[in-house]
């Protein structure tokens, strides 16, 4: 970003073309959950995307979360393929900084990832996260199937009730299918980065307003499960 310049995002003919193959590996397993990156998973993972501000601790959220299977974090959302950091973070590229969360949905709903999700960052201020500022640092919601979407948006539309009461502004998560989006991993020195370096920098910040739990309201209860069977590769 350009400092004094507003953030917005390239159009596809102003991005930056990136490269056919990945510049490095992604590493083979979680550093804290011991299972695999990119898979096998088990049968009956089910996968979700999320973008919420600098993917570190965003991250860890989502693995300290039970029934969470494993995490790693990328870009989604623009069209470079293969991008660096360097060249998200040029805004370049119109990729959000996302976290992939495998989940077993025996031991966690998909509404429950999305009540870590509203809770964990305020979802109302665009193109930035706190103090960190860029097009990478949206609010996002990549989906794997049309329950996904479905419990997403009713989710979204509870949450805003909320914030109005709160007295917070208009949510500006964008809710898109992850299908035409590939999800293109980060590099490996990001993977698990508050493991890694426990007193490293987490800009994680939610509102302080919480979403009433699925199970007790009737967005949760409205909404059909949100199933998509997990990749066995990182895109």
């Not at 390239?10 to 590493?27: D, H, S, Y």
């Not at 993977?191 to 994680?204: A, R, V």
């Amino acid at each position: 970003m350009i400092f004094g310049r507003t953030p917005e995002l390239p159009t596809p003919e102003q991005a930056l073309k990136g490269r056919a193959t990945p510049e490095f590996e992604v590493p083979s397993r979680h550093t804290v959950l011991g299972n695999p990156l990119l898979g096998p998973y088990p049968e009956g993972m089910r996968v979700a995307d999320f973008g919420l501000g600098c993917f570190w601790g965003a991250e860890r959220k989502f693995w300290q979360t039970e029934g969470v299977w494993t995490t790693y974090v990328g870009y989604q959302g623009g069209y470079t393929e293969n991008p660096s950091y360097e060249e998200v973070c040029s805004g370049l590229t119109g990729h959000a900084e996302v976290v992939r969360v495998v989940f077993d949905p025996e031991r966690v709903s998909y509404e429950s990832l999305l009540k870590v999700f509203w809770e964990s960052h305020n979802p109302t201020q665009g193109f930035r996260q706190g103090n960190d500022v860029g097009t990478q640092y949206r609010s996002a919601i990549y989906t794997h199937s049309p329950e996904q979407e479905a419990a997403a948006e009713a989710s979204r539309d509870a949450y805003q009730q909320v914030l109005t009461a709160a007295n917070h502004g208009e949510i500006t998560t964008t809710i898109l299918p992850a299908g035409p989006r590939p999800f293109w991993p980060a590099e490996p020195y990001h993977q698990q980065y508050l493991d890694k370096n426990p007193d490293g920098y987490c800009g994680i910040g939610g509102t302080g307003v919480e979403l009433e739990s699925p199970s007790e309201t009737n967005w949760g209860r409205a909404c059909p499960t949100g199933i998509a069977p997990a990749p066995e590769a990182g895109l």
